[in-house]
């Protein structure tokens, strides 16, 4: 704790009170005498050495101050009493006593009235103490309160209300997310203009739910709503909600809804909402859990709100799958906008925003950069620039170029480089020749997408990588890309094999994302003539711990188990022989590109299409069929549109094959778009 502050403001003046008070209480109170026996008081009477003596009435009580001290022993030892010494007496000693006093004859005189203790020393000995007690226990609940956690305020909402001191966030500063904004700007006309949808016969929104991965905006958006609405913003995090205290999350809700409607239109703002409104039944509490009353009260709340309160709430989640129905019905989140991590377009935009502020060389072309980052999200590329900006100051730079913005996006994909571990000679052409099958094997395929960068440099936790990267947004996938796929991952194992007899552990990330590939594919993307177009997979596990407990995983006879278990080995083992196939047709350029990674240590997309120029694609596949039983004749093909729609929106891949001693973790940035 700060001494400073500990001894400064109103505690000092509360220890100040208590000092004066307890000096005070002493005085009143006077000083402790000892106690002596009846028979010694008399004879100190009769000695002489009595220089006052009191006789206390009400309490048959005698008290001697003596000229020296009064010692005696006790058990047999010396003990000193002191000059203040008091004894008592019993009734019939009463007048035996007076008489004594009386002719002791203190040389000083001595008090020979009956004196009696006043009523304000007797009322100050009962009050003092309370009061004392009354002080600290005022001090200590002004100071609870003072810092919103006293006892009478558990139950208050914790909802921050924005101002206009709060730095203002607008529409202008979201890039990437028209969709959402669009949407949510309605929500802002409905708070402006009620009368303009009320003419029609349009409700007010209830709810609106911002869902999506991490990093895409959604509290950015809020945000941003909170700038243009000109209304109360209320702002709070889900858990803020939940405490120790049963009962205590509910209140807060109907607080927090109270203040909303006394201050209508209102906005208010629940960011990861996933925190209380997730299943109900899924807790170990049952009926008692505390989270599941919050989430009860928030639905009374959503539900009992008036056509005319006009309050809306927005919620943000990364997880919509694990709320519970009730919460989403409409009524309750009316609307429910998706913010998924931008496209080209969307990127470019989102790069625009951030570089604003940073001092950049002429010439630096902003949608190249957003080219070479797809299925970035807003929160990647925000820290792609601010890496670069970083990395220019670090070199006493004032510009951000090119270089500094290529060591960004390594850095944010792979991690920072490892410029303090070293390899031995064949350690590092082992990792050459790993990252070489890659690569090499992505550039024979037919459906790969080109492979723009390769290194042996150690970053993150991989001692290379190989970035292949798509040159156009992608949102699905074919059987023959996720074939050529597995494919060029096992290239680098299938290298090491080759060349050096000797495969090391770098490549169990490889198999492990290969493996995960081809499992997918016959379990779920129904892609196995063997097993058909049947749902096996098991999904992601349960949202909750509790949910759904006893119901079991769906059940696989032992003979699908198996045909999965084959088709997946037969899926592997044909990735292995192309790569084989390639390897060993293309041996000559392998060795060449090997040659140039150990002498310049990283390669770009122009010097390798040198190297590749030799190669020639791999054919196409033979058609596939759906079952080997009953094969597809004269299958119609695909039909031709004028305008085909657009595909719903998802990220694009950008697929980095790394090569590290651990080889568990991956450097995949690509999310998975819809399933075939």
Do not use: C
């Amino acid at each position: 704790m700060n001494k400073k502050r500990f001894f400064s403001g109103p505690f000092l003046w509360v220890l100040l009170a208590v000092v004066i008070l307890g000096l005070a209480a002493s005085t009143l109170f006077g000083v402790k005498v000892s106690s002596i026996d009846t028979s010694d008081g008399l004879e100190l009477l009769k000695g002489g050495k009595v220089t006052q003596a009191l006789i206390v009435d009400g309490d048959q009580r005698v008290r001697l101050t003596l000229s020296e001290d009064f010692k005696t022993k006790v058990d047999g030892k010396e003990k000193n009493l002191g000059k203040s010494v008091e004894f008592y007496y019993v009734d019939p000693q009463g007048e035996k006593i007076v008489d004594a006093v009386t002719a002791a004859n203190p040389k000083d005189g001595y008090n020979s009235e009956v004196p009696r203790a006043s009523f304000l020393t007797s009322m100050l000995s009962i009050i003092i103490p309370f009061l004392l007690i009354g002080v600290v226990f005022f001090f200590l609940m002004s100071r609870m309160q003072g810092g919103g956690r006293s006892v009478m305020g558990f139950g208050k909402s914790r909802a921050k209300l924005a101002n206009k001191d709060m730095p203002q966030v607008t529409f202008s500063d979201v890039a990437g997310a028209d969709e959402a904004v669009e949407e949510l700007r309605e929500i802002k006309e409905f708070l402006s203009e009620p009368a303009k949808f009320q003419a029609v016969g349009a409700k007010i929104p209830k709810g609106v739910l911002l869902y999506g991965p991490p990093g895409t905006g959604k509290t950015l958006l809020a945000r941003a709503v909170a700038g243009e609405a000109g209304v109360p913003f209320y702002s709070i995090s889900g858990s803020d909600f939940v405490e120790m205290f049963v009962g205590v999350g509910a209140s807060r809700v109907r607080d927090l809804f109270q203040q909303a409607k006394e201050n209508a239109p209102a906005i208010i703002f629940v960011d990861e909402i996933d925190a209380v409104g997730r299943h109900r039944g899924a807790g170990m509490g049952g009926g008692h859990d505390e989270r599941e009353q919050t989430l009860n009260q928030l639905l009374v709340e959503m539900d009992g709100f008036d056509v005319k309160t006009n309050v809306i709430l927005i919620a943000a989640t990364n997880r919509p799958d694990i709320l519970d129905p009730a919460l989403l019905r409409p009524g309750r989140f009316d609307r429910q906008i998706g913010v998924e991590p931008a496209d080209l377009k969307g990127r470019e935009a989102i790069l625009k925003v951030h570089a604003q502020g940073k001092p950049m060389v002429e010439g630096i072309d902003l949608h190249s950069v957003a080219k070479r980052t797809p299925g970035f999200s807003g929160a990647d590329l925000a820290n792609v620039l601010n890496e670069a900006a970083l990395l220019t100051a670090r070199s006493n730079a004032q510009l951000i170029d090119d270089r500094a913005i290529d060591e960004a996006i390594d850095r944010v994909i792979a991690g920072p480089q490892k410029r303090t571990r070293l390899m031995n000679a064949k350690e590092l052409k082992n990792t050459a020749y790993h990252e070489g099958g890659h690569a090499l094997v992505a550039a024979a395929m037919r459906h790969t997408d080109p492979v723009t960068k390769v290194t042996i440099l150690p970053r993150g936790r991989a001692l290379g990588y190989t970035m292949v990267m798509p040159t156009e947004d992608k949102y699905s996938k074919t059987r023959n890309e996720l074939l050529d796929e597995m494919a060029y991952a096992m290239g680098g194992r299938v290298a090491e094999e080759l060349v050096f007899k000797d495969p090391t552990t770098g490549a169990s990330n490889d198999i492990e994302k290969a493996t995960q590939t081809a499992y997918k594919m016959v379990t779920q993307y129904g892609m196995s003539s063997r097993v058909g177009t049947i749902d096996l997979g098991q999904g992601d596990g349960e949202p909750l711990y509790g949910y759904g407990q006893g119901q079991g995983s769906r059940p696989i006879s032992p003979n699908v188990a198996n045909a999965i278990d084959e088709e997946v080995r037969e899926l592997l083992d044909t990735a292995n022989r192309e790569a084989w196939e390639v390897l060993t047709k293309y041996r000559a350029v392998l060795d060449h590109l090997v040659a140039e990674l150990l002498d310049k240590e990283t390669l770009n997309e122009k010097e390798l299409a040198e190297i590749f120029a030799p190669i020639e694609r791999r054919e196409e596949r033979p058609v596939w069929h759906s079952s080997n039983d009953r094969p597809l004749l004269d299958a119609p093909g695909p039909i031709e549109t004028p305008a085909a729609s657009a595909a719903p929106e998802t990220p694009g891949g950008l697929v980095v094959a790394p090569h590290g001693e651990e080889g568990s973790e991956s450097l995949n940035k690509e999310a998975e778009g819809p399933t075939a």
